[in-house]
């Protein structure tokens, strides 16, 4: 895989109440990813990008929700969902403490 797809598999990291309960209890991290990303894509992308170790990637299709824009009917994209588990010791921390 090359260096560019590596920087482009991971879109961002999805922060919401349920991924920083899961990141606690299990060592999960839960980033957006592209849409035709595959599984050992991203656990590359993790793994080189944040020099740790991943365990185990999940992933999830998220469905875009519809929404209504005046007397129009809208839909947001749809997007894609990575929960990451890492070994044992292993942590990412977001907030580049100094």
């Known amino acids: 895989m090359s ?3 590596i920087l ?3 879109v961002a990291p ?9 990141a606690d209890a299990n060592t999960q991290h839960v980033f957006k990813v ?3 990303a595959t599984k050992s894509e991203i656990k590359q992308a993790v793994e080189q ?17 519809t929404k ?3 007397q129009r009917n809208g839909k947001r994209s749809d997007w894609r ?3 990451v588990s890492l070994a044992q010791g ?7 403490s100094n």
């Open 68 to 70: 209504r824009f005046g």
């Open 8 to 10: 482009q598999v991971l």
């Open 81 to 83: 969902k990575a929960y």
């Open 49 to 65: 990008l944040f020099e740790v170790k991943v365990s185990q990637v999940r992933v999830m299709n998220v469905k875009g929700k």
């Open 14 to 22: 999805h922060i919401s109440e349920k991924s920083s309960m899961v």
């Open 90 to 96: 292993q942590d990412i921390d977001f907030a580049g």
């Open 3 to 5: 260096q560019e797809r």
């Open 34 to 36: 592209l849409t035709d």
